[in-house]
């Protein structure tokens, strides 16, 4: 105690990186031969976009589970709230620390705040180091051969491939290094202070009760990749369109979190292909998917609004349609089209929607009813529990046809069959739409059935079920005539390509 008191801490300021193994701030603090002072500031004002509802019930029990690794290492995770930088500062000074350690949030506005944090902190004697924790490769860092950023997935990911970034080496010693924390540091709040509990519903059911197929923190990442590559990695590739097998990772709010690393996940898959060729295909597949991820975050550092402005700006008068009705009907899950109302179920029962279903319910709010991609892109960003300032903004647009490398125009997913071929048997729909029985008999009629009227879906037999909101047909037509008005106008303004 009396060593720690006698030495200044660095403090080692949590953001978006609540894990403790592979993290380069976490070895940095460790590695200095100093007491350190980990700590997690709740600051919504510099926020660059306020969590959702989803993902503060995530943050909530990651912020719980490092609390208590940092126990088990003698130490503890202080809690505060309120402007961050006012609180570094303050800590800073008072405890004589020179060194706060920090990740890159690799976002955009974060990143500005960043510098003002650095500049204040440089007024009083002390440095900010920030450390890549989160991504494989800064943003950006790979270039075209003309030296600019990608903005199409393909010759990024060939690029990345061929940089040997993703050929990980890990060292998987535990941490070790001095964690004890002297009493005397600040006490900080209860977790429960920051308020990141949802609020019971009117109806005093509790909305997140469904979200317990999930096991936030460090320990549960690691469980969930185990169990991933153990059961599925060997038919990732041709399964995971599949929501009724459902037989993906399941990492995406782990990572969103940073309770795992990439380089992790890269290299514990490695290491199962080594031990099993078999798994050689799926886990090709598996490291493209990861591979979106980073082409995500290219994209939100060439457009930091990019939940707000379209990537192609000539989207920028677009006709979409104001449409209450249509839009309460598609978060409610009550469109009518069974693939699409059970994935909005999903989300709002699970906090997680099958990333096939993302895009045909997607698909139907910015085609077939034509409303603006940002109001979905919202309420995905409030009930997903892994909604990512990069991914869902940039998915968002790939579907809706603004974003670079985005969905032809003429591409409109037809939810019927799209259900047919991913939900074969039904079994995805009937999970989230009561009376949706598995009736593989009416299914295989509904095949074979040359009458367009018997191609619909069963979901007409459903009692209390609703009718579609909108003909699929007539709908496509729309979408296909006001998406063709905007590309005409494009050409004629020639403004692309
Ligand atoms: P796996 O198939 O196991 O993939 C492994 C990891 O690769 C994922 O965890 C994720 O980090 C990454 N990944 C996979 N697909 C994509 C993709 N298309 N784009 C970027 N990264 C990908 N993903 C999010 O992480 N957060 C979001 O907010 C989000 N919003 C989306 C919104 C829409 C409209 C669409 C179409 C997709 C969205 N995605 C988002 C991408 C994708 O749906 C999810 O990453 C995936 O479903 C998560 O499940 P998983 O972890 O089992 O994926």
Same mark, same amino acid.
């Given at each position: ?62 912020? /719980? ?6 126990? #088990? ?99 998987? /010693? ?14 900080? &709040? ?54 009724? &097998? ?11 979190? *940073? ?66 009705? #249509?839009? *309460? ?17 999903? &989300? ?16 139907? &709010? ?9 109001? *979905? ?121």
């Amino acid at each position: 105690m009396e060593k720690h008191d006698a030495k200044p801490p660095v403090i080692l300021w949590f953001r978006s990186d609540l894990r403790l193994h592979d993290h380069a701030g976490v070895a940095a603090a460790l590695a200095s031969g100093q007491p350190v002072l980990p700590v997690y500031i709740w600051d919504e004002n510099t926020a660059t976009r306020p969590l959702g509802a989803a993902s503060k019930w995530w943050l909530h029990r990651s912020l /719980a589970a490092l609390g208590s690794d940092l126990r #088990g290492r003698g130490s503890r995770l202080i809690i505060e709230r309120g402007n961050a930088q006012i609180i570094l500062a303050g800590l800073a000074q008072e405890f004589k620390a020179r060194t706060i350690i920090c990740s890159h949030t690799f976002d955009p506005e974060t990143e500005v705040h960043d510098r003002h944090l650095s500049e204040a902190l440089a007024d009083i004697g002390a440095e900010l180091h920030r450390h890549n924790t989160t991504l494989l490769t800064l943003p950006n860092s790979l270039t075209t051969q003309a030296g600019q950023p990608f903005r199409v997935f393909t010759p990024f990911y060939k690029a990345l491939q061929a940089s040997g970034i993703c050929d990980v080496r890990l060292n998987s /010693a535990p941490v070790t290094g001095e964690w004890s924390t002297p009493d005397r540091w600040p006490q900080g &709040l209860a977790l429960e202070a920051l308020g990141l509990e949802p609020k019971p519903t009117p109806s005093g059911k509790d909305w997140a009760a469904g979200f317990d197929g999930f096991k936030p923190g460090e320990a549960g990442a690691r469980g969930r990749l185990r169990s991933f590559l153990k059961n599925h990695l060997k038919t990732y590739a041709e399964d995971r369109d599949r929501p009724d &097998l459902d037989l993906t990772s399941h990492l995406s709010p782990h990572l969103r979190f *940073g309770e795992i690393s990439p380089q992790r996940i890269l290299f514990e898959t490695a290491k199962a292909v080594e031990a099993d060729q078999e798994l050689t295909v799926g886990a090709d597949k598996f490291r493209a998917e990861l591979a979106w991820r980073e082409f995500s975050y290219g994209l939100l550092a060439q457009q930091p609004r990019l939940d707000r402005v379209n990537f192609k700006r000539d989207f920028d008068s677009f006709e979409w349609r104001d449409d209450d009705a #249509g839009f *309460g009907a598609w978060c409610r899950g009550e469109t009518g089209y069974p693939m699409v109302d059970a994935g909005m179920r999903e &989300l709002w029962q699970t906090g997680y929607m099958h990333n096939r279903v993302r895009m045909v319910a997607a698909s139907f &709010l910015v085609k077939h009813l034509l409303i603006d991609w940002r109001r *979905g892109e919202q309420w995905f960003w409030d009930c997903l529990l892994d909604a990512d300032p990069a991914n869902n903004p940039a998915s968002w647009q790939w579907v809706a046809g603004c974003g670079a490398d985005a969905a032809p125009y003429f591409r409109i997913f037809n939810p019927i069959t799209q259900a047919e071929k991913f939900d074969p048997k039904g079994q995805y729909r009937a999970r989230y739409i009561p009376g949706y029985a598995q009736d593989d008999m009416r299914l295989a009629h509904m095949k074979k059935s040359r009458d367009p009227a018997e191609k619909v879906d069963k979901s007409h037999h459903i009692p209390d079920y609703t009718q579609p909101i909108v003909d699929h047909a007539l709908a496509r037509e729309r979408a296909l005539a006001t998406y063709k008005r905007r590309s005409d106008d494009m050409y004629r303004h020639g403004d692309e390509e």
